[in-house]
């Protein structure tokens, strides 16, 4: 049983009855899926038919911070939410950091379940034990800040913690987020399932204390992992100063940066105006989750021109290539200002700026006429035409009502051929790694169970060099099946359960990650665990997404990618040449099945779920 | 031999700004064209391109030619080719 780290309670939260009622967490949950990701997997694989319709009221919110959240372990302050997402129908996690998570815990809660559909729009105002089911009425249609200033105004606490939806999630948009502060849950249209309950806003406060299990160890492991930080040559030296911003350097540097919606990677050399170093004169300072000493998230002011006065917490690498290099804007004002303007409207930017570049190509190949984008001159580049377009998808506006549906609903509806140039897998956009050219991060591409998500099984080995657990080619298919399921199950086990920011894994503690956890478990929690029996969560956590996946209807078939990166070559620079052929994925599909212990098919073996604990998962498959 | 090098951030300042082309001796390994680099870049640049002094998930430096890292070649040992694209950084992280 554990003994610290947890609150030991789960609260459950009815809508359509305005009821809640609290639960314990029970141990041995506990100890197979550590917290976060892995406990709202497994909430969700209990609870929520597969088959369901994700913005229906069976579909369930659940929100998970870690064991480590809420103590003074570095950089915990992170949290996942799921629910079946409506842009896959798949599991749908997605985390973010801020200060809500720690918030969350002080509140006393591990894990938060929603459930039904409010018959108004509502928001949850929780303290001390209690849910006040709260009316929203005047806050709908209202922006993702001002929501959280009315509600902090209306309940006269400033240090309330907030997470909510923007007009995008109450018009439910597949590609709307969820946001806290600044921090968003970004991906996998979440904030659509939040407007489908017609839920605005969950507001909290507490003040719990987390118990530590056994304070000589946990201090002997956090020691351990503060020293990792301060060793490591990247964290704060360039990532506390840049961010993630300057990945935009080094991904231009290897060819393998997106360009013009995937058509000129390696050929649109952006790098000396949109990247981390070219805009760091747009630099107001930085800021930082709670428990966080590197603070990573750089404020950036549009000082001059048509954008002057855009303020924003980022833009992320992601950002910068979803408003930048796969739009082909070079405009880093530009790109700041529709960072904020996503935000504000409650739009994931990734998939709101790969659904913009796809929108672009077709204007520019004739499949989208000038009539059909109400005016607007889309070609590449035009960065006042992405921003009124970003505008009219947040409000579902002429063809941003199309486009809010993302980019693979978008391209169904809009049709003539415009399919090719969706890039999705399983209906989440591609985020910004040109995986022709970086082999296991393209399998993961394929085989992630969010979908085109970058942040489950992210192949540091290939895009940064790191040599853990070995030297990895990035051009190489060799041993790519084996190394995908490696970086997924340490994901998932290191970064998205404990709660623990993943910058850490491969920037600090590389060397000795697993043992981080373990150690990091024994002290906080009491829970013991080898470094494989840590590895082995996140296998777990997986196979079990996977078999829900598998129930609501996913096949092989749809581990792929897109047509582009397996018949076009990169045309240019450093990774000239490479694509992903279809034969050249299936088989890495197969030896990743094969090391996954599943059958060619992509399916759990009965063997296989009964080693993981999970027999009740292979009685579901009937298998 | 002729080899383009080209680099990112404080070792693109320290070597002038810009890429550039090294003429290197036949057979040339990657340490030679690092003592190249050393000698022609500015004095700064000594500390950062000499080889690392212990094991480490982190090398100091970054080396990759034809958009492959040293590591899965030779490492600092692999012999260079004329028209050889060698990049060189400090590490970056953090997608």
Known sequence: MYKGGYTGKVLRVDLT???????????????????????????????????????????????????????????????AINAKSPATGAVGVATTGGHFPVEMKRAGYDVI????????????????????????????????????QVIKDELHDQNIRISCIGPAGEKLSRIACIVNERRVAGRKGLGAVMGSKNLKAIALRGDQQMTIADKEKYDAARKRMLEGMRKSPILYPEFSRYGTSTTLDLTQALGIYPAKNWTATGVFTPADKIGGYAIESRGMGK????????????????KEGPYMGFFTEGPEYETLYAFGGVTGVDNPDAIIACDRLADELGLDTMSAGVTIAFAMECFERG???????????????????????LHMMGERQGLGDILAEGVKRAAEKIG???????????????????????????????????????????????????????PIDRLSYEGKGWLCKWNQDARTALADSPTMCVFLMDMAVADFMFENTANLMAGATGLSYTPEEVHQVGERINNLARVFNIKAGFTRADDDLPERLKTEPIPDGPSKGELISQADLDAMLDEYYDARGWTREGVPTRAKLEELRLGYAADALGI | MKVKVRSIALIKSLLGGSDLEVDLPEGATVDDLMARLTAIGDPALASHLAPPQEESAHAPLRILINGRDITVLDGRRTVLADGDDVLVFIPIAGG
């Open chain 1, 367 to 389: 499949i989208l006429t000038l009539e059909e984008t109400g005016g607007l001159d889309l070609h590449f580049g035009n960065d006042v035409a992405m921003t009124k377009l």
């Open chain 1, 416 to 470: 003539r051929g415009s399919e090719k140039y969706a890039m999705h897998v399983k209906g989440l956009e591609l985020p910004a790694y040109d995986v022709r050219g970086a082999k296991a991060h393209g399998l993961n591409y394929a085989t992630a169970f969010t979908g085109a998500d970058h942040n489950k099984g992210y192949a540091f080995q290939e895009i940064f060099g790191i040599p853990i657990p070995k």
């Open chain 1, 113 to 148: 379940i929603i459930e039904g559909k409010a018959d108004k729009p509502t928001y949850l105002w929780i303290k001390n034990g209690e849910v006040k089911f709260r009316d929203a009425t005047d806050l709908w249609g209202l922006t993702t800040s001002d929501t959280q």
């Open chain 1, 17 to 79: 009855s305005k009821t809640y009622k609290e639960e314990p967490l029970p141990a041995d949950v506990a100890q197979d899926f550590i917290g976060g990701a892995g406990l709202t997997v497994k909430y969700l694989y209990d609870e929520v038919p597969a088959d369901c319709d994700p913005l229906g009221p069976e579909n369930k919110l659940i929100y998970a911070p870690g064991p480590f959240t809420g103590t003074t372990i570095p950089c915990a302050s992170r949290m």
């Open chain 1, 287 to 302: 800021t930082a989750c709670a428990t966080c000493p590197v603070g990573c998230s750089q404020l950036r002011l549009a």
